[in-house]
């Protein structure tokens, strides 16, 4: 059998592989090593096991599986190829060197505490990858999980959803009839194990608390029974902890594998992002403490007192399950857009109608199920004129948010809002849901919850009472210090000059309500762009201590506030990176959907070299943000610096063809063209910003300056430092280079990435340059030091 499938396989591959012996397979396909003709590296064929092949629609397989093809990440093992052979649907991955998990864990048994921990964040971040990109896993498992010197890589990632996506409803399959419940049973979440058609990521947020029960303990939490009663048995029993079979963990780690494996999922960790990130935390000295081993103790002999009551009912039991699992289940994410609403009353009151939508949105946002995306980018698609449903299908949104507000004053002195909200499905430009809204300005908070609610009820998300009370919590108390917030918010957006103003209303905001996290977090915000922005009436310095002052502050306030995270975030980028990566990880923990968090955070790691995942995060911000210029340019720095210049300039493109006048996509376009050595087209987008011809010339000529410093100096003026220094060493004005490579580390410039820029190769060695790299945190000793360089 093994030679005619092979046999047949090589007839259907042509000469594009070289078939080769069987690795053999297991669960849903049979591997084969094969050489790919053309590059010379090897690849594995998987085909479908004919058992599973025979119900399967080959085209719908096809189809599902090119939304796992588009997963690229360091921790990922990609899929290449997906085809049929001889009605058997197979795919191709690269073939990676080393061995699974599975085969690890039998050879060895459990790990060590620190190789542990890696194995597991390595998994965590692959899965935050795919779940912030729709695809989930639905087979996590020690053998789809390989492992290399250094990392470990998930296999397979989508396949089982594309083979249940695919599954003819009318064939005779042991597939169940309800929503396919395809994996392995060891490993399986109890949703998925009967077959739950709304199973969502959480299933391998389960599944990854069973493969980590096995590397901390070296066994499953439940074994050497059937498949079906290891199914009950997930769905009923809840196994030893692991700190009972292994008393030296952490009891933070023990309580993590713990709540990954609740049988409900919104008891889990709703995201792989919050794994990895208390995966960073645990202390691998410390020990369960006597009161929390106590308390295990004490969980432990409760649930074996459930147990022996419930064991004699399994079936019954397990069909209570489903259904009290269905009733508490989280709804699928609906997507939704928040307009900027019209004023329609005088233009100074525009703040207020902005202020309105954006809290509207800000609340929103904080409910499970919910995506708010494109907060600038509504705002933008908006002032072009585009109808709201059109604007919901720019950014991919399956609901809008629009309305209008009027700001009034009664004859006896009283402000009133009236409000019109109205909830559009974009995929018909229908009305689902508006009425309107009318209340005095003191009122103005549970106005905005009341709408937050009715649309929540609109898109059928339904929230817990805790969610609800959370909803319902106001930023301030205090009506006149949140109209100077809201006004300070509406100054912000402007930038430049307008930030000065825009910090003299947060602390107005600030000394009527001191308690009020919001507008410290405003206030930063202000400062730490205002160097950035020509401001100069505070220094760069003060302005950073008075921003990080003012992020700390709020964070002591409210520590759920995403924004301050980010803002601190940024301050810390220029001082200490360690410490703004933690920052950024917290902002993005907290947040998923903030776009400005995923921007900077990218921004952070492509300064660190870690490339691969810069893109990731650059492609997060730009699918939440899509038509934000500066998101498209940092999406594409790590793009250069890997070389991958296509994938760049597409980058580049779609930020100026947003805004053809945006001068960080206009010097980076410049860069990556003299990187390519395409000197002309350098030129002509050096001109795009403002430089001469003859000024574009000196500044691309390969080799030393033959026109002399000054002539460069003099040509490079309308250029910020870093680019100074970058086109200086391009030219071989060496010192001239590292004098301005210099300066913009000591003005703090968030313009860093000199780490990757080739034109800075060279220099690689120099004390001069090496000290620039330590001062800026960047040297290979700080990154590596900081655990962000291998």
Same mark, same amino acid.
């Given at each position: 059998?093994?030679?005619? @499938?092979?046999?047949?396989?090589?007839?259907?591959?042509?000469?594009?592989?070289?078939?080769?012996?069987?690795? =053999? =397979?297991?669960?849903?396909?049979?591997?084969?090593?094969?050489?790919?003709?053309?590059?010379?590296?090897?690849?594995?064929?998987?085909?479908?096991?004919?058992? %599973?092949? #025979?119900?399967?629609?080959?085209?719908?397989?096809?189809?599902?599986?090119?939304?796992?093809?588009?997963?690229?990440?360091?921790? !990922?093992?990609?899929?290449?190829?997906?085809?049929?052979?001889?009605? @058997?649907?197979?795919?191709?991955?690269?073939?990676?060197?080393?061995?699974?998990?599975?085969?690890?864990?039998?050879?060895?048994?459990?790990?060590?505490?620190?190789?542990? !921990?890696? &194995?597991?964040?390595?998994?965590?971040?692959?899965?935050?990858?795919?779940?912030?990109?729709?695809?989930?896993?639905?087979?996590?498992?020690?053998g789809n999980i390989l492992l290399t010197p250094y990392h470990a890589h998930v296999t397979d990632f989508g396949i089982a959803k594309a083979v249940g996506a695919a599954v003819t409803e009318d064939v005779n399959t042991t597939l169940t009839a309800v929503g396919h419940a395809i994996g392995t049973p060891a490993y399986m979440a109890p949703e998925q194990a009967v077959g739950d058609p709304?199973?969502?990521?959480?299933?391998?947020?389960?599944?990854?608390?069973?493969?980590? *029960?096995?590397?901390?303990?070296?066994?499953?939490?439940?074994?050497?029974?059937?498949?079906?009663?290891?199914?009950?048995?997930?769905?009923?029993?809840?196994?030893?902890?692991?700190?009972?079979?292994?008393?030296?963990?952490?009891?933070?780690?023990? #309580?993590?594998?713990?709540?990954?494996?609740?049988?409900?999922?919104?008891?889990?960790?709703?995201?792989?992002?919050?794994?990895?990130?208390?995966?960073?935390?645990?202390?691998?000295?410390?020990?369960?403490?006597?009161?929390?081993?106590?308390?295990?103790?004490?969980?432990?002999?409760?649930?074996?007192?459930? %147990? !022996?009551?419930?064991?004699?009912?399994?079936?019954?039991? @397990?069909?209570?399950?489903?259904?009290? *699992?269905? #009733?508490?289940?989280?709804?699928?994410?609906?997507?939704?857009?928040?307009?900027?609403?019209?004023? @329609?009353?005088?233009? =100074?009151?525009?703040?207020?109608?902005d202020g309105i939508a954006e809290e509207i949105g800000n609340k929103l946002a904080g409910v499970p199920g919910l995506t708010v995306i494109g907060r600038s980018s509504a705002a933008h698609l908006k002032r072009s004129g585009a109808a709201p449903h059109v604007v919901g299908d720019q950014l991919n949104a399956a609901y809008v948010l629009d309305g209008s507000v009027r700001w009034a004053r009664t004859p006896s002195g009283e402000s009133v809002v009236r409000v019109l909200p109205q909830l559009i499905r974009v995929s018909n430009a229908a009305q689902v849901w508006g009425e309107p809204y009318e209340g005095a300005l003191s009122q103005v908070f549970a106005l905005q919850t009341e709408i937050a609610e009715k649309v929540t009820a609109a898109v059928r998300l339904r929230l817990l009472p805790s969610e609800r009370t959370e909803l319902r919590r106001p930023a301030t108390t205090s009506v006149a210090a949140y109209e100077k917030y809201l006004l300070g918010r509406h100054l912000w957006k402007q930038r430049g000059a307008a930030l000065a103003r825009a910090a003299g209303h947060f602390e107005e905001a600030i000394a009527l309500d001191?308690?009020?996290?919001? #507008? *410290?977090?405003?206030?930063?915000?202000?400062?730490? %762009?205002?160097?950035?922005?020509?401001?100069?009436?505070?220094?760069?310095?003060?302005?950073?201590?008075?921003?990080?002052?003012?992020?700390?502050?709020?964070?002591?306030?409210?520590?759920?506030?995403?924004?301050?995270?980010?803002?601190?975030?940024?301050?810390?980028?220029?001082?200490?990176?360690?410490?703004?990566?933690?920052?950024?990880?917290?902002?993005?923990?907290?947040?998923?959907?903030?776009?400005?968090?995923?921007?900077? *955070?990218?921004?952070?790691?492509?300064?660190?070299?870690?490339?691969?995942?810069? &893109?990731?995060?650059?492609?997060?911000?730009?699918?939440?943000?899509?038509?934000?210029?500066?998101?498209?340019?940092?999406?594409?720095?790590?793009?250069?610096?890997?070389?991958?210049?296509?994938?760049?300039?597409?980058?580049?493109?779609?930020? %100026?063809? !947003?805004?053809?006048?945006?001068?960080?996509?206009?010097?980076?376009?410049?860069?990556?063209?003299?990187?390519?050595?395409?000197?002309?087209?350098a030129r002509t987008t050096l001109q795009r910003l403002g430089l001469s011809h003859e000024d574009a010339a000196v500044l691309t000529q390969q080799g030393r300056n033959s026109q002399g410093r000054d002539r460069a100096l003099a040509a490079a003026a309308p250029l910020n430092d870093f680019y100074k220094a970058y086109f200086f060493a391009y030219i071989r004005e060496d010192d001239l280079a590292l004098d301005h490579l210099e300066r913009s580390v000591r003005n703090r410039d968030p313009y860093r990435n000199f780490r990757s820029a080739r034109a800075f190769e060279r220099f690689r060695g120099n004390p001069r340059f090496e000290q620039i790299l330590d001062y800026a945190d960047l040297s290979d000793r700080k990154l590596r030091r900081a655990g962000l360089l291998e």
């Open positions: 059998m093994t030679s005619d @499938l092979r046999a047949t396989l090589q007839h259907a591959l042509g000469d594009a592989y070289r078939v080769g012996p069987e690795l =053999g =397979g297991g669960g849903m396909s049979r591997v084969f090593v094969a050489t790919d003709s053309a590059l010379g590296r090897e690849v594995v064929v998987k085909v479908l096991a004919p058992e %599973l092949a #025979a119900g399967v629609d080959a085209e719908r397989f096809q189809r599902e599986t090119q939304l796992a093809a588009r997963l690229q990440h360091s921790y !990922i093992v990609p899929l290449l190829s997906a085809g049929v052979v001889e009605g @058997l649907p197979f795919y191709t991955m690269p073939h990676v060197e080393g061995e699974s998990l599975r085969q690890r864990l039998e050879r060895a048994g459990e790990f060590s505490l620190p190789e542990a !921990i890696r &194995i597991l964040r390595d998994v965590a971040e692959a899965l935050s990858y795919a779940h912030e990109r729709g695809v989930v896993h639905r087979d996590i498992k020690p709304s199973t969502d990521h959480r299933a391998d947020i389960y599944s990854f608390g069973v493969v980590a *029960y096995e590397v901390l303990t070296g066994r499953p939490p439940f074994s050497g029974r059937t498949a079906g009663a290891i199914a009950a048995a997930h769905a009923l029993e809840s196994p030893p902890a692991v700190e009972r079979l292994r008393p030296s963990l952490p009891s933070e780690l023990g #309580a993590l594998v713990a709540q990954c494996l609740e049988k409900r999922p919104a008891d889990r960790p709703q995201t792989a992002r919050e794994i990895v990130d208390r995966l960073e935390q645990v202390s691998v000295s410390s020990g369960q403490t006597v009161a929390a081993a106590g308390l295990a103790r004490s969980r432990l002999r409760q649930r074996r007192r459930m %147990l !022996i009551a419930g064991f004699a009912f399994v079936a019954a039991v @397990l069909v209570a399950a489903f259904v009290a *699992y269905r #009733a508490w289940r989280a709804p699928a994410v609906v997507t939704l857009a928040v307009l900027p609403f019209e004023n @329609l009353g005088p233009p =100074g009151d525009a703040y207020l109608a001191p308690q009020f996290a919001r #507008a *410290y977090s405003g206030l930063a915000d202000s400062y730490v %762009l205002m160097p950035g922005f020509g401001v100069t009436s505070v220094s760069r310095e003060e302005a950073f201590a008075r921003a990080k002052q003012a992020a700390t502050r709020a964070i002591q306030l409210d520590s759920s506030l995403a924004e301050s995270w980010t803002s601190l975030g940024l301050i810390l980028m220029t001082e200490d990176t360690r410490a703004s990566y933690n920052a950024y990880r917290k902002a993005v923990a907290l947040d998923p959907n903030y776009a400005t968090a995923q921007q900077w *955070y990218g921004e952070l790691l492509s300064h660190a070299g870690r490339y691969e995942e810069a &893109i990731a995060a650059g492609r997060r911000a730009v699918e939440l943000d899509p038509v934000i210029p500066v998101a498209h340019t940092v999406l594409a720095n790590p793009y250069v610096a890997l070389g991958r210049y296509r994938e760049a300039e597409a980058a580049v493109d779609r930020a %100026l063809a !947003i805004d053809p006048q945006f001068r960080p996509a206009l010097l980076l376009s410049a860069r990556t063209h003299l990187e390519q050595g395409r000197i002309e087209l």
